[in-house]
């Protein structure tokens, strides 16, 4: 991809080249954020990457680094304190989002916009305002040709009338699936994961499915917005102003998944690495890693992350105040605080009744 930083900026020393293939890349992405059933959770893999950076020989131990070195369980305290109340935050903000918005996942609008047609011109067959916009390579239409034996689109036909075994089992004909919409996109899940790889090819939108399990083929709510974009910004907040850098120690972080890592299917094809410089960047792995997967959007992203700063740093703040001594306010304090608003509510409203302006308009009249 040719992106990335050139120089370490916590060393000044040049990062080593570290090019890999864009599939590779985007696979592994896609499943060690991923996060599912049986896992630690989104909120769980920040606590891994905290766990990483606390137990970092270049970590020092200054809380928002600065102040004196605190001792290791003092450190681990407060920074699961500070993490963990972000994280929590950041799930009752974007399942509240959820709730009110009620949007669909892109399973839901692949399948249902391919199975109206397509939405780019009047003048082609199986037009529909509401259905996909074509786009060469991507989104296209079955022709006669297409369809037939060696055709561009023929996997499509050979999908269409696959059975849970993967054997061909006729439901659709060729002729039956011409002026169809289908979308080049990830081919099925293969028969055997550990050794098969289906790859990319044309399939029906309306049969279209995410990079994922055949066990948990996208989550059962709301996409609007991403959790995982939520709860990793919110997170990144926190460690970065915890830890008094938004750099990982050292300016950089790895994960090194090896040929055989892969679940989905067999991959990737060689051994990669991922890199972090900061939080950050970490936090917005884990948000494109649902984009790469087919489970959010960029609308269900980008806001997100938005929102995730907001809290990670509100999160930050009220966990700073317990750590310096600032008290929270106890019932007491809160119903003193009620009386003497309360009192004073009541001198006003006397004051108020003594007042000329309420019994007498000449008063008005006077100072108009």
């Given at each position: 991809m040719n992106q990335g930083y050139a120089v370490n900026p916590v060393t000044g020393l040049p990062y080593a080249d570290n090019l890999v293939k864009l599939a590779d890349h985007a696979r592994v992405l896609a499943e060690y954020w991923a996060d599912g059933p049986h896992s630690e959770t989104p909120p769980g893999h920040w606590n891994v990457i905290a766990n990483d950076v606390s137990d970092n020989p270049l970590t020092q131990n200054r809380i928002g680094g600065a102040g004196p070195i605190v001792d290791d369980l003092q450190w681990d305290v407060k920074m699961y304190l500070a993490l963990n109340g972000a994280v929590h935050d950041a799930a009752i903000a974007a399942w509240g989002i959820k709730r009110q918005y009620d949007s669909a996942r892109p399973i839901s609008m692949v399948r249902y916009m391919g199975g109206k047609g397509q939405s780019s011109d009047l003048n082609l067959s199986s037009y529909n305002i509401d259905g996909l916009p074509l786009e060469q390579d991507l989104i296209e239409l079955v022709t006669t040709g297409s369809i037939a034996h060696g055709g561009r689109h023929r996997n499509a036909y050979l999908l269409a009338n696959q059975d849970h075994n993967g054997d061909f089992f006729p439901i659709f004909s060729e002729q039956g699936l011409v002026n169809k919409v289908v979308v080049h996109a990830w081919n099925h899940a293969p028969a055997n994961p550990d050794l098969e790889v289906s790859g990319a090819d044309w399939v029906l939108a309306e049969h279209w499915l995410p990079y994922q399990m055949e066990t948990f083929i996208t989550p059962a709510f709301p996409g609007y917005v991403s959790g995982h974009s939520t709860f990793s910004r919110s997170a990144?907040?926190?460690?970065?102003?915890?830890?008094?850098?938004?750099?990982?120690?050292?300016?950089?972080?790895?994960?090194?998944?090896?040929?055989?890592?892969?679940?989905?299917?067999?991959?990737p094809t060689q051994a990669i690495t991922l890199q972090w410089v900061s939080y950050?960047?970490?936090?917005?792995d884990a948000g494109m890693s649902r984009r790469w997967s087919g489970i959010h959007p960029e609308i269900d992203d980008l806001p997100a992350r938005v929102l995730g700063h907001s809290i990670g740093l509100g999160a930050y703040r009220r966990a700073s105040n317990l750590f310096t001594g600032v008290p929270e306010p106890s019932s007491l304090v809160l119903m003193l605080l009620a009386a003497i608003t309360l009192r004073s509510r009541k001198d006003w409203t006397h004051e108020v009744s003594q007042c000329p302006c309420k019994s007498s308009p000449s008063f008005l009249r006077s100072v108009s």
């Open positions: 990144a907040e926190v460690m970065a102003n915890f830890t008094g850098s938004p750099y990982f120690p050292g300016g950089l972080e790895e994960a090194l998944f090896t040929p055989d890592y892969l679940k989905f299917e067999h991959g950050f960047d970490a936090a917005d």
